[in-house]
T-cell receptor
Framework: DQQVKQNSPSLSVQEGRISILNCDYT??????FLWYKKYPAEGPTFLIS?????DKNEDGRFTVFLNKSAKHLSLHIVPSQPGDSAVYFC?????????????FGTGTRLTIIP | DADVTQTPRNRITKTGKRIMLECSQT?????MYWYRQDPGLGLRLIYY???????NKGEISDGYSVSRQAQAKFSLSLESAIPNQTALYFC???????????????FGEGSRLTVL
């Protein structure tokens, strides 16, 4: 049972345009959501997060939006740059008595076309 | 030098062999994790440890075991490797998340294991 889903395995976007990566979840108890970026032959690196009590968090070119009623979050990258080409994972955090764990989505491969 | 180091980076082995993947960290974190990545399945949690005396199963622990030798070291073992354990394995660490913080994970560079 996949609690965190990324339904688009891949996405191609022109350089300079906006990239929108989507993520859906099923557990309404998740309290934080995170995005990770992964380049080939490297481990994932943290990109941006959002608390479940907020609906938007912005960091430079990256903005994450959370729609709790729809159990949906999205990552917007604008403007997109060639270095943004990577696999992006969304993840959700569930804190139960301090036993926080992250549940990851399946990933979306973003390709920025120069 | 990487904060989270995994060895070996690549390994090819045969069905039935015992394999150990090692992870060491210099971040001083108490929490350590082992994930595997498979195409189309994302990152799935195998085992995690919140301190030296704490070991917990993740969502796919069958066929795996772990050892937390010290705060900085967390190893993953496949007692009798099978082909469907062919995957990319990641070790990660985290600190106790501060109030209001997401509690991010810091990953190693991965260990690619192929079981023939």
């Amino acid at each position: 049972d996949q609690q965190v889903k990324q339904n688009s395995p891949s996405l191609s976007v022109q350089e300079g345009r906006i990239s929108i990566l989507n993520c859906d979840y099923t557990n309404s108890m998740f309290d934080y959501f995170l995005w990770y970026k992964k380049y080939p032959a490297e481990g994932p690196t943290f990109l941006i997060s959002i608390s479940s009590i907020k609906d938007k968090n912005e960091d430079g070119r990256f903005t994450v939006f959370l729609n709790k009623s729809a159990k949906h979050l999205s990552l917007h990258i604008v403007p997109s740059q060639p270095g943004d080409s990577a696999v992006y994972f969304c993840a959700a955090s569930l804190r139960l008595s301090g036993n926080e764990k992250l549940t990851f989505g399946t990933g979306t491969r973003l390709t920025i076309i120069p | 030098d990487a904060d989270v180091t995994q060895t070996p980076r690549n390994r090819i082995t045969k069905t039935g062999k015992r394999i150990m993947l090692e992870c060491s960290q210099t971040k001083g974190h108490d929490r350590m994790y082992w994930y595997r990545q498979d195409p189309g399945l994302g990152l799935r949690l195998i085992y995690y440890s919140f301190d030296v005396k704490d070991i917990n199963k993740g969502e796919i622990s069958d066929g795996y075991s772990v050892s937390r030798q010290a705060q900085a070291k967390f190893s993953l073992s496949l007692e009798s490797a099978i082909p469907n354990q062919t995957a990319l394995y990641f070790c990660a660490t985290s600190d106790l998340p501060a109030s209001g913080a997401a509690g991010e994970l810091f990953f190693g560079e991965g260990s690619r294991l192929t079981v023939l």
